[in-house]
C-alpha cells in the first residue's frame, strides 16, 4: 500500500488509511460542524516545482487535523500553468475522497477546494477561470484570503 501521505501525528499513510482516519476523527465528535478542505501550493525552486496537497479536516471551534502529500516536478515555467496544476491536484484528491465518502454514507461531508489565488498580486487574472474550473467539478471554491488549506497549511511544506 502506498504511503502517499503524511500526518504530523500518524506520519506516512495511504490515501485510505487518511480516509478512514478522517473519519474516525469525525466519529469520535458528531456533535460539531465539520468542513473538509483541500487546497495546494507549490513553490519554485532552482529545476523543480514542489506541489503540497492537504486535506484538512476542521472541527468548527475545536481545532483541526491535517494530512498533506508532496511531489516534484520538472520546472514549470508559467505561472499560469502552475496554478491550474494546483488546482488539478486538488480536484484529483477531492474527487477521490467523494468517491469514498458516497460509498461510505458519509455524503454530509462537503469539501471545499482552497485556491491558491487572490485579488492581489499576479492570480487575480486567474481567479474567475480556477473558481471555474473548481465550480464546474461541483465543488465550492475559496480564494485568499479565505483560502488556508493552500496558502497556510500546503505552503508550510512546500519549502
Do not use: C, W
Not at 9 to 29: K, M, W
Not at 78 to 95: C, G, M, N, P
Amino acid at each position: 500500500m502506498k504511503k502517499e501521505f503524511q500526518s504530523p501525528t500518524r506520519g506516512p499513510l495511504s490515501f485510505n488509511q487518511v480516509f478512514h482516519d478522517l473519519i474516525a476523527y469525525v466519529e469520535e465528535a458528531p456533535q460539531f460542524n465539520y468542513r473538509i478542505i483541500i487546497g495546494t501550493d507549490s513553490q519554485s525552486h532552482d529545476r523543480e516545482v514542489v506541489f503540497v496537497t492537504a486535506i484538512v479536516v476542521h472541527r468548527e471551534g475545536k481545532g483541526a487535523r491535517y494530512y498533506y502529500s508532496k511531489k516534484t516536478q520538472d520546472k514549470i515555467f508559467s505561472l499560469r500553468q502552475r496554478i491550474f496544476y494546483e488546482a488539478s491536484l486538488s480536484l484529483d484528491v477531492a474527487s477521490r475522497l467523494t468517491a469514498l465518502l458516497a460509498e461510505n454514507g458519509h455524503n454530509d461531508l462537503n469539501i471545499e477546494v482552497h485556491l491558491d489565488v487572490g485579488k492581489k498580486g499576479e492570480t487575480k487574472e486567474l481567479i474567475r477561470e480556477i473558481v471555474g474550473m473548481v465550480a464546474g467539478s461541483g465543488f465550492e471554491a475559496k480564494i485568499k484570503p479565505d483560502a488556508y488549506g493552500a496558502s497556510t497549511v500546503a505552503d508550510k511544506y512546500t519549502k
